[in-house]
C-alpha cells in the first residue's frame, strides 16, 4: 500500500505510478526501477492537479526549488496548454476558484 501525493488515499501499487525528481523535473517511474526517492500518485488528472496545486512534489521526494512535471502530465493525459490557461479537463464548467463559468446563449 503507498499514499497518492494528490489526494492522499492510499492504494495498492499496482493501481499509482511511481514519480521520480531527475535533473530538475519529475519523471514517471514506468518499471519501477529508477533510483533515488520516488513518490506516489494516481494516474488521474485530478490528483495530478492537486499534487502540484500543493506543491507535493518537491516536499515528496526531497528536492530543493520546483520541479518540471510536463512528462508526467503528459502521462496522465493533461495537455499543457489547458493546464497553463488554469482550466482543467474534466472540471466541468468551474474556474479555479470554484465559480462558476457563465456562458452567453
Same mark, same amino acid.
Given at each position: 500500500? &503507498? +499514499?497518492?501525493?494528490?489526494?492522499?488515499?492510499?492504494?495498492?501499487?499496482?493501481?499509482?505510478? &511511481?514519480?521520480?525528481?531527475?535533473?530538475?523535473?519529475v519523471?514517471?517511474?514506468?518499471?519501477? &526501477?529508477? $533510483?533515488? &526517492? /520516488?513518490?506516489?500518485?494516481?494516474?488521474?488528472?485530478?490528483?495530478?492537479?492537486?499534487?502540484?496545486?500543493?506543491? !507535493?512534489?518537491?516536499?515528496?521526494?526531497?528536492?530543493?526549488? !520546483?520541479?518540471? !512535471?510536463?512528462?508526467?502530465?503528459?502521462?496522465?493525459?493533461?495537455?499543457?496548454?489547458?493546464?497553463? +490557461? /488554469?482550466?482543467? $479537463? /474534466?472540471?466541468r464548467?468551474?474556474?479555479?476558484?470554484?465559480?462558476?463559468?457563465?456562458?452567453?446563449?
Amino acid at each position: 500500500m &503507498r +499514499t497518492c501525493v494528490g489526494c492522499k488515499r492510499r492504494a495498492l501499487i499496482g493501481e499509482l505510478l &511511481r514519480v521520480v525528481a531527475v535533473a530538475g523535473r519529475v519523471v514517471v517511474d514506468e518499471r519501477r &526501477r529508477l $533510483p533515488g &526517492r /520516488g513518490a506516489w500518485l494516481h494516474p488521474d488528472p485530478d490528483c495530478l492537479a492537486k499534487a502540484e496545486r500543493r506543491r !507535493a512534489f518537491p516536499r515528496a521526494l526531497r528536492a530543493t526549488g !520546483a520541479l518540471d !512535471a510536463r512528462e508526467v502530465r503528459e502521462h496522465v493525459g493533461l495537455t499543457t496548454p489547458h493546464h497553463e +490557461t /488554469g482550466m482543467l $479537463p /474534466g472540471s466541468r464548467g468551474i474556474k479555479e476558484a470554484g465559480r462558476p463559468v457563465m456562458s452567453q446563449p
